[in-house]
Each structure stands twice: as C-alpha cells, then as structure tokens.
C-alpha cells in the first residue's frame, strides 16, 4: 500500500449527481471498505502505487450540480438501470452517501448556451462568487489540505473564443462584463477553481484548460491542472490499435466508427452543437499516429435504451503486401461510468501529488488518460503512457533519495 500524507483532500465534482461521478464515489468508499478489487486503478499498478499518493480514505467528497436528484438517487438509477452495482454493495455505501450528499450544491443557474441569448440573471461575478464560497465552505468543514475540482459536467456549445481568452486581465473583465457569449459555465468553473486555489481536471471536451489566460493563471496561482476529454472508449482501442498498423506498414485506407450510447452525455451529445469538441477529438487521432490521413468516419448516435452502456463499432479497410485489401472489424462495449470512474481517481490522486509537490502548469505525464491531451503531440497510447512511467521514476528516485537523507541524518 503507498504511503501518503495523513492529510485529508477534497475532490469538488462539478456534475456530481452524475452516473461518472456517483460511480468515483462508490467504488473510493468500497475500496476504503475492501469490499472490491483494484482492477481497473493505474495508479495500484507498479511502479505507481510505490508513489507516495493520497489513500482512497483520504478522499472527501463535495461538489455542485444543476439536478437536485440526490446522489442515493443516482446509486439506485445505477443499480436498477445500469446493473454496475450489486445490492448488497450499494446498501453498505448508502448512509455515507447520503452524508456526502450535504456538501453537494445545487445550482440550477449553472448552465448557459454561449451561442444563445446572453442571459442577465444571475451574473458570471454572482455565479464564480457562489462557487468559491461553495468550495471555501467545504475545504474548512472537513479541514482539507488541498482540494481538487472536477469537471464532469456534460458536453456544451463552444463558446466565442476572442484574444482577451489568452490573458488573465482578459478572462476577468469578460466574467466582470457577464460576457456569457465568450465565457462558458467550463471556463468559469476552471477560472473559479484556480482562483479558489485548487488543482483542476477537465475531463470533459469543453473548453476552458487550452486557454492562454488559464494557464497564465495556474502558473501565478503554482497549481496543477490537465484536460481535455477523457479517453475511455473506442479512441482508447484506436489510440492502442493504429500503432500496429503503422508499425507493419501496413495503409489503412478507411476506418470508420460508430458509437452508440444512452445516458444523459448520449442525450447531450445528440444535439449538433455540443458534439463539435468530440468529434474532433475523437477525429484527430489517426493522422498523427499514422503519418497520413486515412478516409475516417465518426458517428455518435443516442440510444436511450442502452443507459450508461455503450457501444462502439469500427471497421478498419487496409492494404497490405502485394496491394490486397482486407479489412478488421471490432466491437466495444462497456460501461460508460465504470469506464471512466477510475481514470479520475488516478488523476485526482496525482493532481494532489502533484500539487504537494509545488508542480504548477499542465500534468502532461496525464496524457494517456484523454482523447485531447494538452501539450502532447503523441496520440500513441503507449507513448503516452511511457510519459506516466518517466514521471514516476523520476519522483521515485527522489524519495529515495530523501529517505536515504533521513536515514543519514537519524544514524
């Protein structure tokens, strides 16, 4: 098991009634019970779980949300909808679920069109404010040594991106000026975060870590932060599958997908506005891996039926030696929130290393963790993960030598 500072952390989830975020706060709680397994968790693979990271037990739980459906309600879509959970785990969690539940805001007035009409009421000041008291509130209720925000909201509208996004002089007078056209609820919730002084993960394809005024902000605030979009699914297989095909030299010719999927981000997603940032990120991938530009196709289709379940279907069309074609085809299918939970518990336990570390700016050893990695230009699973492992080592290495310190020093 890692050793760990005795401190407690705060994990701020924006989306928190959510399927991705209930299933985070299920599965810590069952780990800290050892009612589950680590699979899954990067982070209790070697050499990662020798790091000295944050427990699971030393995880507190808070955040905001625009449903008032509670998080026992959320457990028990989960368990009757989904079928991730047995009953007998969700009945072990259910009172401390109900308990977490009371540092969850909710705020239905945390959610705009920045291609819209540009509500009045209430302002972005009035809206950041809210937050930050929010997140004051619950880092000196439970005494925490660092809180960590999550975006897990659902996809949005792009917002109108202008060069006053690239300072942070310009960030504040667009949020002072209520310019809800410029600023979306995702750049107010990373602007709030850093200025509340707490790590951020954007796991969503909204915009708001690329901008030049966040990341000016991070640098002066020294606090770590990392997005966009979190990889999961069928760019997982892609991101791991393309390799082989530019490794054999073998030309992919089409690779066409369709995904399937039925919760509330498929019924997001069903609208053409807010699935502009996910079709590019899922798009992308394959020029950069192979070298050239195969013809390549991208669907998102909402199913309802299928819940938090989804389904991923591609057809690779190649060509190989003596020029003949031939073709693979594979399916995916997975769980949505079981998918994704564990990836924000990897990163939220490195945000908060991370930032105990005094490391400020974008956690680029996070890359292999989303379709859009910030400052990275290798889509290559594997070559995003070797980042990971340098990482480590490298952190490692100076425990190591800090222990040895110790050591001298008491002999």
Known sequence: MNQSSTNKVGVWIAGAHGDISATLIIGTLALTKGLISQAGITTELPPMNRLSLARPGDLIFGGMDISDLSLVDSAESLYKTSRTLSRELLDAVTEELGIINED????????????????????????????TSGIDAFRERHNLSHVVVVNLTSSEPEPEISSQHATIEGLQT???????????????????????????LNFTPNYGTKLGGIRALAQQQCLPFYGNDGKT?????????????????????SWEGTNMLGNNDGKTLHQPANRVAKLRNKGHVLENILGYEPHSGVDINYVPSLGDWK???????????????????????????????????????FSEFAARNGEAGPMQHLASFFKDPMDVPEMALHTQFERLLKYTEKHLSNQQATTASRLNQAG
Not at 120 to 128: D, I, N
Not at 175 to 183: E, L
Not at 323 to 344: E, R
């Open 174 to 200: 667009l949020i002072s000026k209520n310019r809800k056209d410029h600023i979306s609820p995702s750049i107010l919730l990373v602007y709030t975060a850093l200025t509340a002084s707490c790590s951020y």
């Open 311 to 349: 389904t991923a279907w591609d057809l690779i069309h190649f060509q190989g030696f003596l020029d003949v074609k031939m073709s693979m085809q594979f399916t995916w299918q997975g769980c949505d929130s079981i998918l994704a939970a564990p990836l924000v518990l990897d990163m939220v336990r």
């Open 233 to 253: 699914g069928e760019t997982l297989v892609k991101t791991a599958l393309a390799p082989m095909f530019a490794f054999r030299n073998l030309q992919v010719l």
């Open 104 to 131: 969850i805001l909710v705020n239905n007035n945390f959610k705009w069109n920045p291609a819209g009409p540009n509500p009045s009421m209430p302002t972005l000041t009035e809206l950041a404010d809210e937050i």
